[in-house]
């Protein structure tokens, strides 16, 4: 059965749903996406989801004719209509800026935004979870205004295929010997008991799991120090992970074949995770998955 995705202000089935071979996201990447999990029909952490698209808009002056409400209820209204109402899902935003001849500068005022979303299922990587992934290391070849959640991905693109290529689970990014992030994951490590990831600034994305964590941490008396941990540290490490929507906390067992303090996840790392589950869960009333 064809999903129903919601395209510049009608509910389509997926197949139906067409976009202009004039789409400045597809000559450009010139939009912003947002992906937002689901938990029983509810959306996680929407409030920052939400903040986070409107800095991503106003920095590109990018101006849709949907409001952030709007954009909630299009991402409820999805859930229900391809009956996501129970157990996990994801809704998937794209904003762009619509279609006009090819020209590198804005297109005339006036020109419509292109407004895209879809909801579909979303598994657990429970069995990655119980074991942690192995990870290698990627030049951080990408551009200087990472924190924008831009469609420009290509950075993560060629990233993610290289951990692929490895059998990998995930790269992480390296920044004049810096770990800045993953290529769809923030990464965390743990040196001398103390929680270290890079600071939020123009060279990663300011993952809504990182600032849950972050909070959590602090709840739960984990001390933490935002600043990166360096290439040269890895040895140190006693554990690491990564987070983000589609990764929740998920343990890092090797960086670049070799393993994280024991290989298996630690115990800050899966304090943490259990945390964030009682979060996902409980804000929603749902049961422990
Ligand atoms: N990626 N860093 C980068 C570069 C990301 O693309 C993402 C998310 C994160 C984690 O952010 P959050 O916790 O808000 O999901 C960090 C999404 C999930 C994606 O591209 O599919």
């Known amino acids: 059965m064809s999903s129903v995705v919601y395209l510049n202000g009608e509910y389509l089935p997926r197949s139906e ?8 996201g597809f000559f450009f990447g010139d939009g912003v996406y947002e992906v937002t999990r689901a938990v029983d029909g509810h959306l996680f952490e929407s409030g920052r989801h ?46 762009t800026r619509g279609a006009a001849p ?10 419509p935004c292109t407004v895209f979303l879809s909801a579909g299922r979303f598994t ?3 069995d990655k979870r119980a074991t942690g992934v192995a990870v290698v290391t990627y030049p951080d070849i990408r551009w200087s205004r990472c924190d924008i959640k831009t469609v420009n991905l290509l950075g993560a693109v060629m990233a993610k295929q290289y951990a692929t290529d490895h059998g990998a689970f ?7 010997s810096a770990v800045t992030e993953g290529s769809h994951t923030n990464v965390f490590g743990v040196i001398d008991g103390e ?7 123009n060279l990663i994305l300011p993952g809504i799991t990182r600032d849950v964590v972050l909070e959590l941490a602090r709840e739960i008396g ?16 006693q554990e690491s992970f990564l987070t983000g ?12 074949g070799k393993a994280v303090g024991d290989g298996k996840p630690g115990k800050v790392t899966m304090a943490l995770y259990d945390a964030l589950a009682a979060r996902l869960y409980v804000a929603v009333g749902a049961g422990r998955r």
């Open 17 to 24: 749903a067409k976009l202009s071979v004039d789409e400045r």
């Open 50 to 95: 939400m903040r986070r698209l409107a800095r991503g808009l106003k920095e590109l002056r990018l101006t849709p004719s949907v409001s952030l409400e709007e954009i909630e209820a299009i991402s409820l209204e999805l859930l229900r209509r391809n009956d996501i109402t129970s157990g996990e899902g994801t809704v998937y935003l794209q904003i």
């Open 102 to 111: 090819r020209t590198h500068h804005f297109p005339p005022a006036g020109t």
């Open 124 to 126: 657990l990587p429970t």
């Open 170 to 176: 995930e790269s992480l990014f390296v920044k004049e």
């Open 195 to 201: 929680l270290r990831t890079y600071p939020s600034s």
């Open 222 to 237: 984990v001390p933490v120090n935002e600043t990166p941990f360096h290439i040269h540290h890895i040895p140190d490490l």
């Open 245 to 256: 929507t589609t990764t929740d906390v998920m343990p890092i067992a090797s960086i670049d």
